[in-house]
């Protein structure tokens, strides 16, 4: 346990906290349903200008007073002291492995007390003099800095870059001759930040963002011209399709891609032929999910057989004609494994497939399949996964990849397809000691009435995972443990078993950490995710209490001991659970929390809300809109309800879940929530004025926010721990 914690220093009650105005307003949707009034809706600010509003900006501004007043001035020895145990983890001052592209070598670095990594190049060796061809750190003038991209042209002269100052992810692309360092002076504003080169100097392609945030037209720039002059050549027009681009790994090809939840379209660019046209691999057809890449002849496509089963099975076709039935078969479809990404190289395919709950690697070659194998790891938990094809060689016959659990900080890993071993490039943090550590899975139970069919008759697991990690020596057998668990579960997103050295300022002060892979998420296939989604989401919340009562009744820790977190998409578990068990946990914490539902579903007119009907359903078929209502958090919040003590995380520029949600939920858990018989709880906002839905954007600043929630949890869980001792 670390030796210097500092106590927190706390008034017995909490000052009083601020109480939002009510402006009643009644929202009129069209199904036949009475909703409660809206008391809050004012606080809804869809300007640019919304620092203008004078009664928003003063309640926001006092609740970040309250935060600040209730802990962050308090905790603050605390936030320091967790922050400072952050850095004593990591190499402040450190390098990644660099990657060649001749003539040069490729790698970005960090230095002791500057926020941002520095992109630098040596020409030939690294014994060469140093490049720094990107520094944010000099960006001086703004107090938000994201860059999007960062692309060296083919010839090594030009560097194509986007920059993102507000936190709302809408980029500026950039432009800089590397042979003289100047600025170039035509700049690409309101893009997605995407930058894709031609085979030389000459052109990119980029996406410009329509009024709601959606990327829908793709652009050809020619180096040198005004955005003015660029060419339009593609549109998408479909709102609930999300369009995407990148390059292939031969190089070859641009791809574009176009997904919703439930259904893909690709387009691909030959950048080989000048003269070449956007021409579609495969018409969208509804529940047809596919992706593909590029190897000599063939493309290689990751789908769903048309929508035949939920994993993906992997195929390949011809380069000059893509049609559907001339797709041939490459690793068949398999129920219980899915084929989630790949990688080509010139003579080899990596395929990253995940089975059993994890991520692993196959190697692939593609003139004998049935050879196909995988790497072989000693770890029973693990997450292996291949480095971004930047760092890649097509024509190698070895690539890079990253490998990591909850006790393995991440190593850098490089592999030789034709002598079949591995390398150690790289791993950090140095002098890790796994040995006072436990790092294991257990299974909860689903219960019998929310087990449902997966489409397909897909097999789903009859059990939740949970992946537990907590100091050996500190575990107390009569379940008298702290204890912190996340989820997420939306999206097919997994809770991998990655590596945080941050979360050892929970696990050594004795908390149990773990975390639940529910349905909703991909951990266990795509069955998985589609029995936690449209009118089978709420299996997601009943998910996460089921894996709180059985850490509950295997000892692992009691309610009154419990934290609990989730952000986003994972900020709606935390309020649907709340409604649905509220003493669940003693505290909780909620980022950038989606609650507000059907307020939200129900205006086309925000970002991402059409685009999400394939995530939750579409709000204006009654089936759903009812279904939905009824899970809402904001909606369903209880009128004299006991909640556990709450930190909420918003972001003013949050173009992904938009400050309101938060701010209204928790003036309305104030007004009609309890906050006990002596005011004992407590129920905190901070919404940061500057930035957006991933709060700080330098590494110091973000661990500094980090360390907040950390001193929130530890604070709240020391004062759980006093109060069952004392009974």
Avoid at 396 to 403: A, E, G, P, Q
Avoid at 620 to 636: G, H, R
Avoid at 687 to 708: D, I, N, P, Q, T
């Amino acid at each position: 346990m670390p030796e210097s914690q500092p106590p927190a220093q706390h008034a017995t009650l909490s000052p009083a906290p601020p109480v939002a105005k009510r402006i009643p307003t009644q929202h009129a949707y069209p199904h036949a349903v009475s909703l409660d009034t809206d008391y809050y809706h004012w606080m809804k600010d869809t300007s640019k200008d919304r620092l203008a509003n004078k009664p928003l900006v003063s309640m926001l501004e006092a609740e970040n007073a309250y935060a600040k007043e209730v802990h962050l001035t308090p905790n603050s020895p605390l936030t320091e002291a967790v922050y400072t145990e952050f850095l004593a983890r990591i190499e402040e001052t450190d390098q990644d492995v660099p990657h060649f592209r001749d003539p040069f070598w490729y790698y970005t670095r960090t230095v002791e007390g500057l926020q941002y990594p520095i992109h630098c190049r040596k020409r030939q060796s690294m014994d060469a003099d140093e490049e720094a061809y990107l520094d944010a750190n000099l960006l001086t003038q703004f107090e938000y800095i994201d860059i999007g991209s960062s692309v060296v042209s083919p010839s090594h002269a030009l560097l194509a870059y986007s920059l993102d100052t507000e936190g709302d992810e809408i980029y500026t692309i950039k432009f800089k001759n590397l042979e003289t360092g100047e600025a170039l002076e035509n700049v690409i504003e309101n893009t997605d930040g995407s930058i894709v080169w031609n085979k030389d100097n000459t052109v990119i392609f980029y996406s410009v963002l329509d009024a709601l945030h959606r990327p829908t037209k793709l652009y050809r720039h020619v180096v040198g011209t005004t955005q003015a002059e660029d060419v339009l050549i593609y549109e998408n027009v479909d709102e609930q399709f999300w369009m995407s681009i990148g390059k292939s790994g031969s190089g070859r090809f641009l791809i574009v891609s176009l997904n919703s939840s439930l259904t893909s379209e690709v387009h691909f660019l030959d950048l080989e032929n000048e003269s070449s046209t956007l021409i579609c691999f495969s018409p969208r057809e509804f529940r047809h999910r596919y992706e593909i890449e590029h190897q000599g002849d063939h493309f290689y496509i990751l789908t769903d057989g048309g929508g035949q089963f939920l994993n993906k099975k992997l195929q390949r076709v011809g380069i000059e004609s893509t049609e559907r039935q001339l797709w041939q078969d490459v690793l068949p479809y398999n129920p219980f494994k899915e084929l989630s990404d790949m990688t080509a190289f010139e003579k080899f395919i990596v395929v990253e497939e995940r089975a059993e709950g994890l991520l692993r690697l196959r190697i692939l070659d593609p003139n004998a399949p049935e050879d196909s194998y995988l790497l072989p790891f000693e770890d029973a938990i693990f997450h292996a996964e291949t480095c971004s094809s930047r760092v890649q060689n097509y024509t190698d016959d070895k690539f890079r990849f990253l490998y990591t659990n909850q006790l393995t900080p991440t190593k850098t890993m490089e592999y030789n397809v034709s002598t079949k071993s591995s390398l150690l490039l790289k791993q950090k943090p140095r002098g890790f000691d796994p040995s006072p550590y436990t790092l294991k899975r257990i299974q909860v139970p689903i219960p019998a009435e929310t087990q449902v069919k997966a489409p397909f008759d897909t097999p789903v697991a009859t059990e939740i995972p949970v992946t537990l990690l907590y100091r050996t020596d500190l575990l107390n057998p009569d379940g008298k443990n702290k204890l912190y668990l996340y989820g997420y579960g939306s999206y097919g997103v997994c809770l991998d078993p990655a590596f945080s050295s941050n979360i050892f300022s929970y696990v050594d002060r004795g908390i149990v950490v773990a975390y639940a892979h529910i349905r909703g998420g991909g951990e266990l296939g795509r069955g998985w995710y589609e029995t936690g989604k449209f009118l089978h989401k709420k299996n997601t919340f009943t998910d996460f209490v089921a894996c709180a009562e059985h850490l509950v009744s295997q000892k692992f820790t009691r309610h009154e001991l419990m934290a609990i977190e989730g952000a986003s998409a994972g900020g709606l578990l935390m309020g649907a659970v709340l409604n649905l068990k509220p003493d669940i946990a003693h505290c909780a914490i909620a980022g950038v929390p989606f609650v507000d539902v059907i307020n939200t579903m129900m205006d086309p007119s925000i970002p991402l809300t059409v685009n999400e009907y394939e995530e939750w359903g579409n709000p204006n078929e009654k089936e759903y809109f009812d279904y939905m209502l009824s899970y809402s958090p904001y909606d369903n919040v209880r009128e004299g309800v006991l909640y556990p003590n709450l930190f909420v995380k918003a972001g003013l520029n949050d173009p992904r879940v938009q400050y309101w949600e938060p701010a209204k939920w928790v003036a309305k858990l104030r007004a009609l929530g309890t906050q006990g018989s002596n005011g004992e709880r407590v129920m905190i906002m901070d919404c940061k004025m500057g930035s957006g839905h991933f709060g700080a954007s330098g590494r110091y600043g973000y661990l500094k926010e980090k360390a907040g929630e950390y001193a929130f949890v530890i604070w709240q869980l020391e004062e759980a721990m006093k109060k069952v001792d004392s009974q």
